[in-house]
């Protein structure tokens, strides 16, 4: 089935260690997105990646790193710089879709809890 | 400035009422997109329904309907005869054709409770 996998469902570590989340789809999507979602806060963009081997940073990128090296994978590494890490993340793909071009659909992952202790 | 806002935190309905989550928003883009995403409490986002800001037309897809108002700036999303597997967390989401779909707007989100 097509779609994205993200693992654990549940993640604990320990503050000061840094901890990476994975985020695999085989949707042939070009563009991947990173999302983090505090209660009642909405979900805010981390990272995206329009391309392999190029990301940007989104609207809360400190204490966050990424890479791109294959198509189907996104990982996210949650550093110990990152005050709060605690919360819900969420890994999106969508077809190509850069400025001044039509929108295309964000699909995303069933997320990952990350707590840290 | 908050792009997208879901003033409605939380609701509750009993089941087969009918329940509108409001949606308001705020560009200076002429071609944008909104969106209105579903999240079960399994935490997976549902996509229900994209709509271009040329497209004023009310969309009614089953018991979900639309309302997309640009001289209110609003986006308004009705379920008609509520079911108890409509609970969830609703988010109204915007994109700006400027910024490209790099920057998915998101509201705070409305959690719709159905109670049997």
């Known amino acids: 089935d097509g779609g994205i996998t993200q693992s654990p469902k549940y993640l604990f570590r320990k503050e000061g260690q840094n901890v990476t989340l994975s985020c695999e789809q085989n949707?042939?999507?070009?563009?991947m997105y990173w999302y983090r979602q505090d209660p009642g806060q909405g979900l805010r963009l981390i990272y995206y990646?329009?391309?392999?081997?190029?990301?940007q940073k989104g609207d809360i990128a400190e204490g966050y790193s990424v890479s791109r090296e294959k198509k189907e994978s996104f990982p996210l590494t949650v550093t110990s710089a990152q005050k709060n890490p605690t919360a819900f993340y969420l890994c999106?793909?969508?077809?190509?879709?850069?400025?001044?071009?039509?929108?295309?659909?964000?699909?995303f992952g069933p997320g990952t809890r990350l707590t840290v202790l | 400035a908050q792009k997208v806002t879901q003033a409605q935190t939380e609701i509750s309905v009993v089941e087969k009422e009918d329940v509108t989550l409001d949606c308001v928003y705020e560009?200076?883009?002429?071609?944008?997109?909104l969106f209105w995403y579903k999240q079960p409490p399994s935490g997976e986002l549902v996509f229900l329904i994209r709509?271009?800001?040329?497209?004023?037309q009310n969309e009614i897809s089953g018991r979900y309907s639309w309302n997309f108002q640009k001289s209110t700036s609003s986006f308004n999303f009705t379920i008609t005869a509520s079911q108890v597997v409509d609970s969830a967390v609703y988010f109204c989401?915007?994109?700006?054709?400027?910024?490209?779909?790099?920057?998915?707007?998101f509201g705070t989100g409305t959690r719709l409770t159905v109670i049997p």
């Open positions: 999106a793909s969508s077809r190509t879709s850069g400025r001044g071009t039509s929108y295309n659909e964000q699909f």
């Open positions: 949707l042939n999507h070009d563009a």
């Open positions: 990646s329009q391309i392999v081997n190029d990301f």
């Open positions: 560009t200076r883009d002429t071609t944008y997109y």
């Open positions: 709509r271009n800001s040329f497209d004023e």
């Open positions: 989401a915007l994109s700006e054709e400027e910024t490209g779909a790099n920057n998915l707007f």
